[in-house]
């Protein structure tokens, strides 16, 4: 409502612009409509219009809506600028990656400096990008998601939000792996680039979410096989999909998040476990928290299923088995 009313007290010249950029200009853009530094002075001074760093005036006095505050940032980088990094990420629909910060991209050699102020941060990056590279028709002007995406998890400082901001584009359904592997593919230097093609690998086999990327590291850390991701298994009562299925020695793997901690979902997994143990299948059940915060036990429990079922292991896995049996007191079996 507030933005309503400022519009309304606007000048008639000013207000397409101000329309067009959710109340959010430049100087120079008021300058060209015949506002000068003293008609925007007499504004700000009385508090009907507010001063954000030395480019940008807000045409209300009030909080700043997210939207408004991207318009600063990109509006204080100048031309050919672009929401970038998070920033652009939230404009695309990423949930979950919210920053207070504004991430903004100029071209190489740009002298503007940051903005720092009490109702928005602006960081400023130099880099290059190309029209391709831009999402079509959208204001304000911002990276398209894959490119977000992508450098957004190589900005990531922990490993682990790195494969969590790739898995969750894909989990949400914003993005295909093919998507965000042009981008790694154009950007050879791209900092985190193995680990970012790795996870992007492991996504695109259907592990979807990060404990199930984390679980599909740790089984290639030990050495132990490959599952099939997401494996189709058709039965009278229904359609399963499998986590991560050992066809071959018949043991299925699931991996389980919060939500299988409801009775009623816990109910079905145990329908479900039931109904492939009958058929001769060895069911795994693994906790998110478990795959995470204790890789070492996931790799012990699959691998004591796998070699219950015939499975032997190399002599260089397993003693590497052994030695995550030792650090974990764990007794292994049929080692």
């Not at 009490?118 to 831009?134: D, F, G």
């Not at 593919?185 to 086999?205: N, Q």
């Not at 329908?271 to 059940?285: N, T």
């Not at 397993?318 to 049929?334: F, S």
Request: aromatic letters at 4%.
């Amino acid at each position: 409502m507030q933005e309503v009313a400022s519009s309304r007290r606007l000048p008639l010249e000013l207000r397409p612009l101000a329309t067009a950029q959710d109340l959010v200009v430049t100087r120079r853009q008021l300058a060209d409509l015949g506002l000068g530094h003293e008609a925007v002075r007499f504004r700000t001074g009385g508090g009907i219009w507010r001063d954000l760093g030395p480019r940008v005036v807000v045409l209300h006095s009030g909080e700043l809506t997210r939207r408004q505050r991207a318009w600063v940032g990109l509006l204080h980088a100048g031309p050919e600028a672009a929401l970038a990094l998070a920033t652009a990420g939230e404009a695309g629909g990423l949930r979950g990656y919210l920053e207070w910060t504004v991430h903004v991209a100029v071209p190489h050699g740009r002298e503007v400096g940051h903005l720092d102020h009490p109702m928005v941060s602006v960081r400023l990056h130099q880099t290059r990008h190309s029209s391709s590279e831009l999402a079509p028709g959208r204001t304000p002007t911002r990276h398209n998601l894959p490119r977000a995406v992508v450098e957004m998890a190589s900005a990531a400082r922990a490993d682990g939000r790195t494969r969590a901001v790739l898995a969750a584009a894909v989990q949400q359904r914003l993005l295909r792996p093919a998507d965000l592997t042009r981008v790694v593919e154009s950007r050879p230097t791209l900092p985190k680039r193995l680990l970012i093609r790795e996870t992007i690998a492991d996504v695109a086999g259907g592990a979807h979410s990060l404990p199930e990327v984390d679980y599909a590291r740790a089984l290639r850390r030990a050495g132990l096989p490959e599952p099939t991701r997401q494996r189709k298994v058709c039965r009278p009562n229904g359609v399963w999909y499998l986590d991560n299925d050992f066809d071959d020695w018949l043991v299925t793997v699931e991996v389980n998040g919060m939500q299988h901690h409801d009775l009623l979902a816990s109910e079905a997994d145990d329908v479900r476990r039931g109904g492939l143990q009958r058929r001769g299948r060895f069911a795994v059940d693994l906790s998110s928290y478990t795959v995470r915060h204790r890789e070492r036990v996931a790799v012990l429990r699959t691998a004591e299923a796998l070699m219950s079922r015939g499975r032997v292991p190399t002599p260089a896995v397993r003693v590497r088995l052994l030695r995550y049996a030792a650090r974990e007191d764990w007794p292994l079996e049929a080692a």
